[in-house]
Nanobody
Framework: QLQMVESGGGLVQPGGSMRLSCTAS????????IGWFRQAPGKEREGFSF????????SYADSVKGRFTISRDDGKNTVFLQMNSLKPEDTGVYYC????????????????????WGQGTQVSVSS
C-alpha cells in the first residue's frame, strides 16, 4: 500500500519539544514534495510546512515559523519535523502528504495536490 507512515507524537507540556517522523511506504520519497499538515479538533486539515524535492527548499506558515523545522533524508525515505516551543494551539493530529505536482502548486499546500496520506500521529500540548 502506498502511504506515508507518521510517528513520534504524544503528550508534551507547553514550551516543550517533539520530533515527528514520516516514512514513505511503497514508493520513493525523493521524487515528491512533502508537506506537513495538522488537524485540530473541530477544524479542517491545513498545511503548515513544506519541503521541496531535489532542492529541499522549505516554507512555513507564520503560526510555526521560527519554532518548527522540516527536513528530509531521502536515503531513509523519511521526512522529519522538529517542533520546539510548543503551544497548546499546536494540538492536533499531524499528517504528512506527498505531492508530485510542480513546486508552485505543491508549495500552496492545498489538500487536492497531496496524497499518500497515512493515519496521522496525535500531538497534544497541555500542562
Amino acid at each position: 500500500q502506498l502511504q506515508m507512515v507518521e510517528s513520534g507524537g504524544g503528550l508534551v507540556q507547553p514550551g516543550g519539544s517533539m520530533r515527528l517522523s514520516c516514512t514513505a511506504s511503497g514508493f520513493t520519497l525523493a521524487s515528491y514534495h512533502i508537506g506537513w499538515f495538522r488537524q485540530a479538533p473541530g477544524k479542517e486539515r491545513e498545511g503548515f510546512s513544506f519541503i521541496a524535492r531535489f532542492s529541499a527548499n522549505t516554507s512555513y506558515a507564520d503560526s510555526v515559523k521560527g519554532r518548527f523545522t522540516i527536513s528530509r533524508d531521502d536515503g531513509k525515505n523519511t521526512v522529519f519535523l522538529q517542533m520546539n516551543s510548543l503551544k497548546p494551539e499546536d494540538t492536533g493530529v499531524y499528517y504528512c502528504g506527498a505531492s508530485p505536482r510542480s513546486w508552485t502548486l505543491a508549495r500552496e499546500m492545498r489538500l487536492p495536490n497531496y496524497g499518500y496520506w497515512g493515519q496521522g500521529t496525535q500531538v497534544s500540548v497541555s500542562s
